[in-house]
């Protein structure tokens, strides 16, 4: 197992391979039971419960700051208590490792609140 949240990203401007299902399965068992990946392997997705408002936006605004340090932004669906994050790398359109890195720093994010 791989410290995930440890590592930083690196850009990816496309030219390399997405990962492959059997490589996204791996990684996605060192990530917190509540990722999903999709039937295709091209994205990952965990759902946040909030209970209130404020506590969703003060989540998303932690993962804006996640994004935007490692370079990596996902996509996010958020309502009044929740919010569910997609990560998916456009550039190769499928996932890379820095899907899976973002991912565990949420995780860690997740349960610090």
Avoid at 17 to 44: C, F, M, Q, R, Y
Avoid at 56 to 63: E, P, W
Wanted: glycine fraction near 8%; charged fraction near 20%; charge should be negative.
């Amino acid at each position: 197992m791989t410290d995930l949240a440890g590592k930083r990203c690196k850009p990816c401007e496309g030219g390399v391979k997405p990962l492959s299902a059997v490589e996204a399965e791996g990684l996605l068992a060192e990530l917190h039971e509540g990722w999903a990946l999709n039937d295709a392997a091209t994205s990952i997705e965990r759902s946040f419960d909030f209970p209130a408002f404020s506590r969703t936006i003060a989540f998303v605004n932690a993962v804006a700051f996640v994004a935007t340090n490692e370079g990596h932004h996902p996509q996010m669906i958020v309502n009044y208590g929740s919010c569910r994050i997609i990560y998916t790398t456009t550039a190769i359109s499928g996932l890379s490792d820095n899907d899976f890195i973002c991912a565990a720093k949420i995780d860690r994010l997740a349960a610090e609140l």
